[in-house]
């Protein structure tokens, strides 16, 4: 098992984004999409810690613990939005939602 | 550090998070991100940022995740329906969500391809003397350094309790 570099915890955050942009392109559910935006948040978060820990300092565990706050505020209007959206049209897939379509 | 806990955890966490992103079942989707979330901490605290892996336990899996579990229930966890067609037309659809599929593997192999380009850099461990962050030193930090960001994000917390209260109420008739 080769020891874990910086390059390692940088290409496991990019897998994890790459992730998380595949899942709010392909998914039809707004639930789905929802959790696909917390996996880009945690991958970036996961970059911030091991940078961090390479530069010795905790600068950037202060931006995940922001991010994280960030992150709950996101969630939680997200999901107000989403239960009114679905008493709207009783359905959560994002191709019902297209009054706003030009 | 731990070679054998990285591979380990980083495959729980890359499976996890792909089975997220292929289930069809948001409750499935959940509970696997929470399954996810945890390897993340174990990362964490590989990388010797216990308070982190700790914020991720408790704000993310004890406060986030139940939230969109609560979610899920009470709009009685309807699954997505299936669109016709074959699997591969299921998962690459027309349109839109083609161009989006397409965009997404060619941003993952941009990534993949700039981080490979890099020189390997080795992690400082804890045998060889890097300090673990403890508490004290990103409270402090935190209080003096980031004190108006932090004042700044109790704002935002307040803001986005309102909010959702506004967006999710019944409206009066």
Excluded at chain 1, 51 to 64: A, C, K, L, P
Excluded at chain 1, 65 to 87: K, M, N, P, Q, S
Excluded at chain 2, 68 to 91: H, K, Q, W, Y
Aim: hydrophobic share 60%; net charge neutral; proline share 4%.
């Amino acid at each position: 098992m080769p020891e874990p570099t910086l390059n390692s915890f940088l290409l496991l955050s990019a897998v994890l984004f790459a992730i998380g942009t595949a899942g709010v392109f392909l998914r039809r559910n707004l639930i789905t999409i929802l959790l696909s935006i917390e996996v880009m948040l945690n991958a970036v978060n996961l970059t911030f810690v091991a940078v961090d820990r390479f530069r010795g300092t905790v600068d950037g565990q202060i931006i995940v613990f922001f991010v994280i706050t960030v992150a709950a505020a996101e969630a939680a209007v997200g999901l107000a939005i989403l239960i009114a959206l679905f008493r709207h049209r009783e359905s959560l897939n994002p191709d019902a939602f297209t009054s706003l379509k030009w | 550090m731990d070679a054998i806990s990285f591979w380990i955890l980083a495959t729980i966490l890359v499976l996890a998070s792909v089975l997220v992103v292929g289930q069809r079942n948001p409750m499935h989707s959940v509970f696997l991100l929470i399954l996810s979330f945890a390897a993340l901490a174990g990362l964490y605290i590989l990388l010797g940022a216990p308070f982190a892996a700790m914020i991720q336990v408790i704000v993310y899996v004890g406060a986030i995740m139940v939230l969109f579990l609560f979610v899920v229930m009470l709009l009685n966890a309807p699954t997505e329906e299936a669109t016709s067609g074959d699997r591969i037309r299921r998962m690459f659809g027309a349109g839109p969500r083609h161009f989006g599929a397409v965009l997404s593997a060619v941003f993952a192999v941009e990534l993949a391809l700039a981080l490979i380009r890099l020189a390997s850099m080795p992690m400082p461990s804890a045998d060889r003397g890097a300090p673990v962050a403890t508490v004290y030193d990103i409270g402090l930090r935190l209080f003096h350094d980031y004190g108006f960001a932090f004042e700044a994000t109790s704002v935002l917390i307040l803001v986005a309790m309102v909010g959702a209260i506004v967006l999710a109420r019944r409206e009066a008739r």
